[in-house]
Nanobody
Framework: QVELVESGGGLVQPGGSLRLSCAAS????????LYWIRQAPGKVREFIGT???????IYADSVKGRFTISRDNAKNTVSLQMNSLKPDDTATYYC????????????????WGQGTQVTVSS
């Protein structure tokens, strides 16, 4: 059973940056896609992006150009660098892992982290 643990959330002013990390308890091998998903209060889950073993990544239009996903396969970690943050980015951010690529709609991925809160406010 793989455990995913996110860290790095917090309060940031609009226009600021934040970097989230997600550490896996076991090796996430090359068959896994790593996802970042977010959910704001009262809203449905939103796909942010995903990254393949080779570093190829796909992003939602809402974050494209502002957010960057990276993974360190040797350290079993995936990161989300968030720049130019907006109040609308306020949400709980989750990392997830699955052997399948499900496109840009959120899915019930096989492994989930517990989430980390990001609040963008002045």
């Amino acid at each position: 059973q793989v455990e995913l643990v996110e860290s790095g959330g917090g309060l940031v002013q609009p226009g600021g940056s934040l970097r989230l990390s997600c550490a896996a308890s076991e090796i996430i091998d090359s068959t896994y896609w790593l996802y970042w998903i977010r959910q704001a209060p009262g809203k449905v889950r939103e796909f942010i992006g995903t990254i393949a073993w080779n570093g190829g990544s796909i992003y939602a239009d809402s974050v494209k150009g502002r957010f960057t996903i990276s993974r360190d396969n040797a350290k079993n970690t995936v990161s989300l660098q968030m720049n130019s943050l907006k109040p609308d980015d306020t949400a709980t951010y989750y990392c997830a892992a699955d052997r399948k690529y499900y496109g840009t709609e959120p899915h019930e991925y096989y492994y989930w982290g517990q989430g980390t809160q990001v609040t963008v406010s002045s």
